[in-house]
């Protein structure tokens, strides 16, 4: 009977001992795998949801999340504008849920859909937008051109259409500066 208990003993201290061995090496894996997400792919289990972002120069921007890229997202704010914010940007969100999308391996269609990619989308749509640079200044007119590593911006006020007498200047503005580029702007159709 005596031998009975201790290996009844013995076996219970074996299985306590290898229950926190699996939570432990469990907790490990799972911090491991946290430490391998990007935060691209955190927000991209974010879709659809209202988030509340802190963007290097244009300070907190609101809105629905319904798109995103390699470096960038899209924010709709709920009044008829669109917000591209660059990845490179953004210092804090806040309203993400427990989701995090799966890691996407980079086929090369999706590997180009970059901010460049999305800023050409917007040249072609010849909308006034305003862009946020991540110093705080902001610029106004029309997205013209993307090149490599800068966009061509027309710039005219934001509640007149993109005319050769209301464009004041052309300038060049590095991609890299750039924080938020905000579409639908007050006034314009």
Do not use: K, N, Y
Not at 31 to 53: M, N, T
Not at 101 to 108: F, V
Not at 139 to 156: I, K, Q, S, W, Y
Not at 157 to 181: L, Y
Request: proline letters at 3%; hydrophobic letters at 45%.
């Amino acid at each position: 009977m005596r031998w009975q208990q201790l290996f009844e003993d013995l076996q219970s201290q074996f299985e306590a001992e290898e229950m926190a061995s699996e939570r432990a090496e469990s907790a490990s894996r799972s911090r491991a795998e946290v430490g391998a997400v990007h935060l691209r792919e955190r927000l991209a289990g974010a879709q659809g949801s209202p988030l509340h972002i802190t963007v290097r120069g244009a300070g907190q921007v609101t809105g629905t999340l319904v798109d995103h890229g390699v470096d960038w997202f899209l924010l709709d704010d709920g009044q008829g504008r669109e917000l591209l914010v660059a990845l490179g940007a953004v210092r804090a969100v806040g309203g993400l849920g427990r989701r995090t999308a799966p890691a996407e391996p980079a086929g090369a269609v999706r590997s180009r859909l970059d901010l460049r990619w999305a800023l050409r989308g917007l040249a072609r749509d010849r909308s006034a937008v305003q862009v946020v640079l991540d110093d705080g200044g902001t610029l106004t007119g029309t997205l013209d051109r993307v090149g490599a590593d800068f966009v061509e911006l027309a710039e005219h006020p934001g509640d007149a259409p993109r005319r050769s007498e209301a464009v004041q200047g052309v300038r060049a503005v590095v991609i890299d500066a750039v924080a938020v580029v905000r579409t639908g702007l007050p006034g314009l159709g």
